[in-house]
T-cell receptor, first 112, second 112 residues
Framework: AQRVTQPEKLLSVFKGAPVELKCNYSYSGSPELFWYVQYSRQRLQLLLRHISRESIKGFTADLNKGETSFHLKKPFAQEEDSAMYYCALSGRSGGSNYKLTFGKGTLLTVNP | DAGITQSPRHKVTETGTPVTLRCHQTENHRYMYWYRQDPGHGLRLIHYSYGVKDTDKGEVSDGYSVSRSKTEDFLLTLESATSSQTSVYFC???????????FGSGTRLTVV
């Protein structure tokens, strides 16, 4: 079975402070991991995928297979980063088709 | 435009009535998914499709059925709506089973 854990439901930081949103996963194979962001009452948008190793809007995430983690980081938070962030894992859980399993999300609030 | 639309955007229905939500895509992607989003649960997969007339269950499929008679349309039916199915429903598409997803804007369903 595949599982994604985001231990923090809420995270509040001040503008300009570093931010780290934690994500741990459980999967027996080689995972593909993603971060999605949802701004207030909008659709989910893909923020990062680990295989591309991009930096989007100043966010980065490194896959640590030893710790089974994929934490999202940004050195200097901005107020417009306030949103719900979901970590997701793409893997096969029985059958031959990959499915995306989401964590429960972390609501990030960046205060002025 | 993300190439994926959901209809209706909002619906209020009575307990025991059937409800059908529609997801329409213009990207010609093979894979389509239905998720529900609930506070404290994140996104949970209801059903998904890996081709025309090819569908499979997700983790919370009870009380839901789906149909995909054309590549571009994926319908979600609540056979007899219950209050526990009050939720925001998101459709997603992907061009391959391991790729990132593109999400629709969601349908807010209230069962009274």
């Amino acid at each position: 079975a595949q599982r994604v854990t985001q231990p923090e439901k809420l995270l509040s930081v001040f503008k300009g402070a570093p931010v780290e949103l934690k994500c741990n996963y459980s999967y027996s194979g080689s995972p593909e991991l993603f971060w999605y962001v949802q701004y207030s009452r909008q659709r989910l948008q893909l923020l990062l995928r680990h295989i591309s190793r991009e930096s989007i809007k100043g966010f980065t995430a490194d896959l640590n297979k030893g710790e089974t983690s994929f934490h999202l980081k940004k050195p200097f938070a901005q107020e417009e980063d306030s949103a719900m962030y979901y970590c997701a894992l793409s893997g096969r859980s029985g059958g031959s088709n990959y499915k995306l399993t989401f964590g429960k999300g972390t609501l990030l609030t960046v205060n002025p | 435009d993300a190439g994926i639309t959901q209809s209706p955007r909002h619906k209020v229905t009575e307990t025991g009535t059937p409800v059908t939500l529609r997801c329409h895509q213009t990207e010609n992607h093979r894979y389509m998914y239905w998720y529900r989003q609930d506070p404290g649960h994140g996104l949970r997969l209801i059903h998904y499709s890996y081709g025309v007339k090819d569908t499979d269950k997700g983790e919370v499929s009870d009380g839901y059925s789906v149909s995909r008679s054309k590549t571009e349309d994926f319908l979600l039916t609540l056979e007899s709506a219950t209050s526990s199915q009050t939720s925001v429903y998101f459709c997603a598409i992907s061009e391959s089973s391991g790729a990132g997803y593109t999400f629709g804007s969601g349908t807010r369903l209230t069962v009274v």
